[in-house]
């Protein structure tokens, strides 16, 4: 069963910065981390940053220039470094991946997401 178990939120001031991880378990195949998502209460989940495969990495336009996403291939581990944190950036941060079966399905899988509340 592959679990994806998301760490590093809490609870900071405004302009401070966290680093969230995002480790891989479970799982006899590869599990490629490709993001991070977060969601705010009602308000729907919408893509913070993605990494692909080659290292391309997409921000949220909200986000650009304060948040760096990185993977470390060799612990595949994904992380989500945030800098200069805004009361907006409070949210449930949930990572994803996928596994990709030999006959070419992918199954999608999601952490269950650790809270990041950024307030004085």
């Known amino acids: 069963q592959v679990q994806l178990v998301e760490s590093g939120g809490g609870l900071v001031q405004p302009g401070g910065s966290l680093r969230l991880s995002c480790a891989a378990s479970?799982?006899?195949?590869?599990?490629?981390?490709l993001g991070w998502y977060r969601q705010a209460p009602g308000n729907e989940r919408e893509l913070v940053a993605s990494?692909?495969?080659?290292?391309?990495?997409n921000y949220a336009d909200s986000v650009k220039g304060r948040f760096t996403i990185s993977r470390d291939d060799i612990k595949n581990i994904l992380y989500l470094q945030m800098y200069s944190l805004k009361p907006e950036d409070t949210a449930v941060y949930s990572c994803?991946?996928?596994?990709?079966?030999?006959?070419?399905?992918?199954?999608?899988?999601w952490g269950r997401g650790t809270q990041v509340t950024v307030s004085s």
């Open positions: 994803n991946g996928a596994v990709s079966t030999p006959g070419g399905t992918l199954w999608y899988y």
């Open positions: 479970g799982s006899s195949s590869h599990v490629n981390l």
């Open positions: 990494i692909t495969d080659g290292g391309t990495t």
